[in-house]
């Protein structure tokens, strides 16, 4: 099934969208929120799936046109955003185009860093940076929620506890990302906020793409409306999901809700283009000498999206602009100020 | 006022504690959970600290003894724990005990990682990890929670927005923590569930020992019911709570419920003892060539609280053991596998 949470409240709403994303219908009976339903699976999963039939049937009541504009990420605010590096030819880039070896252990060992998870941007929601020289990208990944999973899980186990998949853009703020890193705490301020499509899907209504813990479609990534990758999710991803689940749930169990990324989606094969501009930086680094591509400037669009087999979009689209944040001081604190203090 | 939650459910249920921690009040009418009071604070809080006042003015209805045991952590799970590094020395220590430099930039820029949030454990649960070599640790810190925080707050602006106090043991797998930041993207299975104390306090409780955004008390830690160490959390902190909120909401907002740590609480004064197993070994490596204090073991405890200065427990304590985790196999999985497979 295809499940969405419309933009209201901190935690949206959840309703149930048809395979062909043109209708929908109100979950609120069965779930008021994706979180509610992911805490209490067993009990709501077959109305769910009642409701999500009857409205590719055309016969649920109350049903409205889905208009991914109205809506939250899947998971407006979320426990955990765990969000891995498994493509790693893409690491392998990154280490090349600054001169230095990869260890043979990245081939063996997840990357895996802890995001901000607390307000996720909407699909449709601009991305508000104060300033354009941080470096702003967008990264199209693929992300999975999971159910309960206890520690210690390993690959064996992970069969039935990945409840939906769905499409991420992780922006970076790639220029804050050496001095942050080289403190050796992993990534913060260069890892705002995150937005995901519009519609979660059940790995069943991806059929044979969905196979090894992997999604065998291509990832299609626009910039200011060109194409600017569409690399086979399938192809080169070094760790599938339940690798990275094995990773994560090794000292820890993972709740209810949590969001699990792929990484930038990336093929070995350079005719695919990339999902993120530092990686196109990095290919004309080692082809030309120098990164020519710029970073997003204020403006700038991006959109993410992921096609069926007969063209159909799956997950509806991420589509995004870069605009300039403007900080406003709040009003008890102006009058506590001097003024000319800001 | 002081606030906790009884463990029950994801979320706990809210109850109110009476100041001198002997009396406690459900307050499911006014906020089911801390979250959601968290989230709707403008609208709740007369009404807790009505309910408070009742409660220590022994008018309240349906009282019932306070119980530290049957708390969860305040927030049982959260949208956010960014944990800082705020006591400098601490640091540096770490750093001379391997005959490295510190940055002169780690005094001026805070470090921050992004924890895991999506289930804490309990103030008086086991501390459950499969292996005594991945060097088990604690970490008594203070933390904060906020409410809603707009990108781009500074310091002058983070009056009012720290909601609540509390004290956190932030456990660590010392063992794990090298291999993990040699590569580059931070804590991960190195910092396990962390738990916090059975109270959350309201800033006016603490007095005249809250200010400057800190918290002006020695933290007290006793591992196997030996003090371990009693330094002040008002010395020696480099950051306070507003700079690691300036921090924190440089490229994000931040929501409410977001918790922010302090990191281990640490000072210059040695006679003060430590809040964790690495730090004194780390003296112990400079004195006296190489660490004689062991990581926890099975069987271990760790006690962390404080007191104000009539003696008396402010937030109640955090008391653990460190116990043997035992991974079961799911049935279903086990079916699907080969005899002897494990």
Not at 170 to 197: C, H, M, T, Y
């Amino acid at each position: 099934m295809k499940l969405a949470s419309l933009n209201h409240g901190r935690d949206g709403q959840l309703i149930v969208v048809s395979h062909d994303l043109t209708q929908a219908a109100h979950a609120h009976d069965i779930a008021p929120t994706l979180q509610f339903a992911l805490d209490n699976w067993v009990q709501v999963e077959a109305d769910l799936a009642h409701l999500y039939r009857n409205l590719n049937d055309g016969i649920a009541e109350h049903t409205f046109a889905f208009n991914p504009a109205h809506c939250a990420s899947p998971l407006p605010r979320a426990y955990q955003w765990a969000d891995g590096s498994a493509y790693v030819n893409h690491v392998e880039l990154v280490r090349k185009a600054r001169g230095a070896d990869m260890p043979e252990s990245f081939w063996t060992d997840p990357l895996i860093y802890q995001g901000m998870s607390d307000a996720f941007l909407c699909p449709t929601d601009p991305i508000s940076i104060p300033d354009a020289s941080w470096g702003i990208d967008f990264e199209g990944e693929i992300a999975i929620i999971t159910d309960d999973i206890a520690m210690g899980t390993r690959t064996e186990e992970v069969h039935g506890h990945i409840k939906l998949i769905m499409l991420v853009n992780d922006v970076s703020l790639r220029n804050l990302i050496p001095a942050e890193l080289g403190k050796g705490f992993g990534f913060f301020q260069s890892k705002p906020a995150s937005s995901f499509s519009p519609v979660a899907v059940t790995p069943d209504e991806l059929g044979e793409n969905w196979h090894d813990f992997k999604l065998h479609r291509p990832l299609t990534v626009h910039h200011n409306d060109q194409l600017f990758g569409e690399p086979d999710a399938g192809i080169d991803m070094t760790f599938n999901f339940a690798e990275l689940i094995q990773h994560i749930a090794k000292s820890r169990p993972i709740s209810a809700g949590s969001i699990i990324g792929s990484g930038t989606v990336s093929n070995k094969d350079r005719s695919k283009g990339s999902c993120c501009i530092a990686e196109r930086r990095m290919i004309e680094t080692l082809e030309q000498g120098q990164p020519q591509t710029p970073f997003m400037q204020f403006g700038d669009t991006v959109r993410i999206e992921m096609f069926d087999q007969d063209g159909h979009s799956i997950f509806g689209a991420i589509e995004q602009q870069v605009v300039k944040y403007q900080h406003e001081y709040a009003q008890n604190d102006l009058n506590r100020h001097q003024p000319g203090h800001h």
